[in-house]
T-cell receptor, first 111, second 113 residues
């Protein structure tokens, strides 16, 4: 069964550094998403992406964040200057309809 | 806006006990409803879904029925196992044409042998 994959599974970075989280969505899906989950809290929507542009974003997705689909398969989330409060699990998801398929997540730890 | 309310956790049960996790929602239009499960250290996995009123989603012994009249989608399982210990998230999407799901806060289930 096709699945969404994410790399790395765990990323440790120092405050102020840039990180790029990578996702490979399911190949025939058209909508892509990033979510985050701070430890023990609810899953929060960050951004959705369709037709090579952002279609919706939350207030969490400020100027420090950007997304890109650099080729036909990868979908990336970049955090330009990480803060301690960016420490969270980041999930990528893709969909062809209303059902979203989630990747296993990248745990980002900012020290 | 849309919202999903789940019962507070943790829910602690003995193996083979009956499970109910309550979920109610507020939405415009006719959303699809989902239950996701998150096992320790893993991502979200779709457990079951229902796309219209009176539909029953089922998977791995879990069931939930889309009740439009009570705006509910309660998760049930007749006999839980230790391996069911996880966090369960109720979610909706498709309300007002948006694909973005709205999640509940999650309910932690702990099953003891």
């Amino acid at each position: 069964e096709p699945e969404v994959t994410q790399t790395p599974s765990h990323q440790v970075t120092q405050m102020g550094q840039e990180v790029i989280l990578r996702c490979v969505p399911i190949s025939n899906h058209l909508y892509f998403y990033w979510y985050r989950q701070i430890l023990g809290q609810k899953v929060e929507f960050l951004v959705s992406f369709y037709n090579n542009e952002i279609s919706e974003k939350s207030e969490i997705f400020d100027d420090q964040f950007s997304v890109e689909r650099p080729d036909g398969s990868n979908f990336t989330l970049k955090i330009r200057s990480t803060k301690l409060e960016d420490s969270a699990m980041y999930f990528c998801a893709s969909t062809a309809a209303y059902e979203q398929y989630f990747g296993p997540g990248t745990r980002l730890t900012v020290t | 806006g849309d919202s999903v309310t789940q019962m507070e956790g943790p829910v602690t049960l003995s193996e083979e006990a009956f499970l109910t996790i309550n979920c109610t929602y507020t939405a415009t239009g006719y959303p699809s409803l989902f239950w996701y499960v998150q096992y320790p250290g893993e991502g979200l996995q779709l457990l079951l879904k229902a796309t219209k009123a009176d539909d029953k989603g089922s998977n791995k012994g879990f069931e939930a029925t889309y009740r439009k009249e009570t705006t509910s989608f309660h998760l049930e399982k007749g006999s839980v196992q230790v391996s069911d210990s996880a966090v369960y998230f109720c979610a909706l999407s498709g309300s007002g044409g948006s694909y973005i799901p709205t999640f509940g806060r999650g309910t932690s289930l702990i099953v003891h042998p």
